[in-house]
């Protein structure tokens, strides 16, 4: 099973059956709607509203800037009642828009303000994915039209689609995949359109099995779409593990998955596709997990973006004594949130609650040298020795081991015995090496 | 709801349970069967060494460690492989001089807890070999009286010890090397004759080894390679010269081969970190202590052997670094 696979690699407990078995199910509105404006990678929307506005559900509260950006659209019928910096969920401060809901607002769309698709041409498509600010949904937040049109000078002949979800808790994709197998497959349909691919791979974990059973059975005769069963390890859904364990090739060190002719895209993300064009609503709530042992009742949310995580957190009835961090994403590489004003976004995936028994210990150890690190790094880095230069700042030698093909999984924290920050020190490094290479260019 | 009590830290927020101290603590849990083993045929002597030389290293990581740096439990197995790799009949002073030398001058100048370069036990009972050849080569044969000393154990420091009423033989490496005697294979694997306190029941170390293993807490690469290297070449050199090799069986079961594949090769701070650098460091150790115990001078070289490759294990490191992923082809193209 090693082609299904990757070497290394960890298992932390997957404590997914919290919220596995349960339907998603709607959020009721909140009484206020936060829209930061930058919500996607690359350039945040620029704003047109302004305070006193009344706007419809859908409606656009910031314009796309140029093509590597998304609008934003309100969520919630209601007035503008401020426009102001606050609180984001990755723990600075961004332009948000305000938007106190209308309670006796029916809430239902307006006419479609999506196309439909059939009988678009390629780049029609693309911009109607831009303008209904899709962007994918498994947390980075790349605005999805981009990923539509890869550059010319490649040729793509794969559409892999990830349905890994290998971060423990969340269950969100896993559940998009069993109440919903149509919509992923409408949105491979038509991704592999404006790819013009032929052929679309998803990679589910086989901890899924009614994903799995629910996707073959929902396959469309006319397609060639393929389900593969993947191991269950962590982090088999990083992108570079997934190619590999798809077509068994390495995507070289600083390319990008388009070099060996595949795009990869995430069920959620494929799911929204299909809704915008279903619905012909632009992407203005998503599902989102509430989980954790620190939550008393977990579950799987569609949320109105914009929504504060505290009335998420306070629908779910709120936390245990217990509660320590809570966490936007998934507990190995999501971020602790500081302000629980900091609304749900776009790239939410999950919200999960950690208990004082789950989270890290403060007590660190000196390196044992135990190896254990290097067993789990699924790039094949060595984080001991990594580790040692970090912490006397050799930021070039850091360099030249390899440390840009660090993608900040976890798994060497993760496994240290001596709770050594690894990946945390190799996050400020990267960032302190970007500033020494600007300030080396200028 | 209440949210002062939230903390915030870095990704990820997932820990492993095992931790730094509950490894070295286990591995020194599985040292006591070992121990035990040993006081069954040398009697009350043998917990008395090993209890100075614990002392020993204890008392010294105390002064000279981190603060609270006896909760890691690594001082405890320095101290613990240290008395099992002497001679039953060793007077305590000299077992705890051996372990504070070993952490004083094997860890703490170093800076501590995986800083150091040598294996710390080894260190000490190298210094007690330069320092005391006699009394650390002085072998009392196993069995007799369990309260029956082994040596003059309670010697005071720097006075000449009284060993009067012990029996003493050489061990069957010395027997074979100076005697051409050979030890049956038996009597070696169960441990029934002279050597050090640790190094009789090759069969309880493999035990306690493999239950490490099992629990992820030893790398069975370096004992397997030593133990292999071990057999194959010993038993290249037996073809050749019967006379003067013993059989590769002879020498895997004899000496502190066991106690040095299992518990000191296995040392993660001192042996290279890669999996392919384990096997490297293991082959050249079993390579060592077959050339040493038959071409050289002493009958044992499962100290030097180690020690050796200890030094070598940063160049080892450098040489087996995994291979990045996605860099093959990189290379493949340059
Ligand atoms: S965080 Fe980086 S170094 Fe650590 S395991 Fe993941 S990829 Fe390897
Ligand atoms: S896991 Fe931690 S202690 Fe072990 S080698 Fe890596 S950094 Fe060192």
């Known amino acids: 099973m090693a082609f299904f696979g990757f070497a290394h690699g960890v298992h932390p407990p997957e404590e997914k059956e919290l919220t596995s078995g349960l339907p998603i199910r709607r959020m009721p509105y909140p009484d206020e709607i936060i829209l930061p404006l930058r919500q996607h990678a690359g350039k945040p929307a620029t704003l047109c509203v302004k305070v006193g506005d009344r706007v419809e559900r859908g409606d656009p509260v910031g314009h796309a800037d140029g093509y590597m950006s998304v609008p934003i659209h309100a969520s919630a019928a209601g007035t503008v009642t401020a426009i102001e910096l606050w609180p984001h969920p990755d723990g600075s401060m961004a332009q948000s828009v305000h938007i106190k809901v209308d309670k006796y607002a029916l809430q239902m769309p307006r006419p479609r303000l999506v196309p439909r698709w059939e009988g678009l041409t390629v780049e029609q498509v693309v911009k109607a994915v831009q303008e209904a600010g899709v962007v994918g949904l498994g947390g980075a937040a790349f605005p999805t039209h981009v990923k539509l049109a890869p550059p010319k000078d490649h040729t793509v002949h794969t559409l892999i689609v990830n349905g890994a979800e290998c971060e423990p808790y969340l269950t969100s994709d896993h559940r998009t995949m069993v109440e919903y197998p149509e919509r992923v497959h409408f949105g491979c349909r038509v991704m592999m359109h404006t790819l013009g691919v032929s052929k679309a791979v998803i990679g589910v974990e086989k901890n899924k099995p009614d994903a799995i ?36 090739v390495e995507v070289p060190s600083g390319k990008l998955p388009v070099t060996v002719g595949v795009v990869v895209q995430n069920v959620g993300s494929l799911a929204a596709i299909a809704e915008v064009f279903d619905t012909g609503l632009p992407l203005i709530e998503r599902i989102v997990t509430v989980t954790g042992h620190g939550l008393k009742r977990p579950a799987n949310l569609i949320v109105p973006v914009g929504t504060k995580l505290k009335d998420l957190l306070a629908y779910c009835d709120g936390v245990t004594p217990n509660a320590r961090e809570v966490i936007n994403g998934g ?31 403060e007590t660190v150890y000196p390196c044992i040298h135990c190896g254990r690190c290097l067993e789990a790094c699924p790039v094949f880095l060595n984080p001991s020795w990594l580790g040692d230069l970090a912490r006397v700042r050799r930021y070039q030698d850091m360099a030249d081991e390899h440390l840009s093909d660090c993608m900040l999984c976890g798994s060497c924290s993760y496994v240290c015995p001596s709770n050594i920050p690894l990946s945390q020190l190799f996050q400020a490094s990267k960032v302190a090496l970007r500033r020494i290479q600007i300030a080396g260019a200028a | 709801m209440n ?175 100076f005697e051409q005697k050979l030890t049956p ?32 807490y030893l790398n069975w690469r370096s004992p397997v390679s030593i133990i292999l290297s071990v057999l194959v070449l010993g038993q290249f050199l037996h073809f050749i010269n019967p006379a003067r090799a013993a059989g590769g069986l002879f020498h895997v079961f004899s000496g502190g081969l066991m106690l040095g594949a299992v518990y000191m090769a296995t040392d993660m701070v001192t042996v290279p970190t890669t999996n392919r650098g384990r096997w490297v460091f293991g082959g050249c150790v079993g390579a060592l202590v077959v050339v040493i115990r038959v071409y050289g001078g002493l009958p044992e070289g499962v100290m030097y052997a180690i020690l050796i490759m200890n030094a070598f294990t940063p160049l080892i490191n450098r040489a087996t670094q995994p291979t990045v992923f996605g860099t093959v082809k990189l290379k493949e193209a340059k």
């Open chain 1, 331 to 361: 507990p190995m590489m999501g971020m602790a949130v500081s302000n629980l004003d900091a609304p749900v976004i776009k790239g939410t995936t999950g919200i999960v609650v950690l208990t004082s028994d789950e989270v890290r210990g």
């Open chain 2, 3 to 177: 949210a002062t009590n939230l903390i915030v830290t870095a990704s990820p927020h997932l820990k492993d349970r095992d931790t730094t101290p509950r490894i070295m603590w286990t591995v020194a849990a599985s040292l006591v069967p070992v121990i035990l083993a040993s006081a069954f045929f040398f009697g009350v002597s043998s917990i008395l060494v090993i209890l100075a030389s614990t002392a020993g290293c204890l008392l010294t990581e105390r002064w000279l460690g981190r603060k609270d740096a006896l909760r890691d439990g690594s001082a405890m197995i320095t101290g613990l492989l240290l008395g099992l790799s002497l001679p039953p009949g060793i007077p305590m002073w000299m077992a705890a001089l051996g372990g504070f030398f070993g952490i004083a001058f094997g860890k703490a100048i170093w800076g501590g807890l995986g800083q150091n370069g040598f294996n710390p036990a080894l260190i000490g009972r190298a210094f007690l070999q330069t320092a005391f050849p006699v009394a650390i080569t002085t072998w009392p044969t196993p069995g007799g009286d369990f309260f029956a000393l082994k040596g003059d154990l309670f010697a005071f420091p720097f006075m000449s010890p009284q060993i009067t009423h012990v029996v003493t033989s050489a061990t069957p490496l010395g027997l074979f090397k």
């Open chain 2, 185 to 216: 294979i038996v009597d070696l694997v169960l441990g029934t004759t002279g050597g050090s306190v640790g190094e009789t029941s090759a069969v309880v170390i493999l035990l306690c080894g493999a239950y490490l293993a099992w629990k992820g």
């Open chain 1, 213 to 248: 059973a629910a996707l073959e059975r929902a396959k469309p005769k006319d397609l060639d779409i393929t389900i593969l069963p993947l191991t269950v390890k962590y982090p088999q859904g990083a992108e570079k593990m997934l190619i590999h364990a798809v077509t068994g």
